[in-house]
């Protein structure tokens, strides 16, 4: 129902800053909560932030809290997770995710993009 595809990954230097897409396809996205998960290699897969249909409502990982930020463009079908201030603990695949507003998992997911910081 939904396919997403992530953009935007790569090398940054520790204090620099990304910016990921995340476009999405499919009938009525601006009704999902859409969001972006981490994975490091050998670590679990970590939630890093979401963003209700509504455009308002946001929720954050602690560790993203001051330096990211999450939205979303509903016209274009896509959502963002700007990322400031990265960190070498930072670096791991970002896979964005979308679900039907009142399910409680993400049902959509994105191919992962690459993000490393270097220090």
């Known amino acids: 129902q939904v396919q997403l595809v992530e953009s935007g990954g790569g090398l940054v230097q520790a204090g620099g800053s990304l910016r990921l897409s995340c476009a999405a396809s499919?009938?009525?996205?601006?009704?999902?909560?859409a969001g972006w998960f981490r994975q490091a290699p050998g670590k679990e897969r970590m939630f890093v932030a979401a963003i209700r249909s509504d455009r308002i409502t946001t929720y954050y990982g602690d560790f993203a809290k001051g330096r990211f930020t999450i939205s979303r463009d509903n016209a274009r079908n896509i959502h963002y997770l700007q990322m400031n201030s990265l960190k070498p603990e930072d670096t791991a695949v970002y896979y964005c995710?979308?679900?039907?507003?009142?399910?409680?998992?993400?049902?959509?997911w994105g191919q992962g993009t690459q993000v490393t910081v270097s220090s």
């Open positions: 995710a979308a679900r039907r507003t009142g399910v409680q998992s993400f049902e959509y």
């Open positions: 499919g009938r009525t996205f601006s009704r999902y909560d």
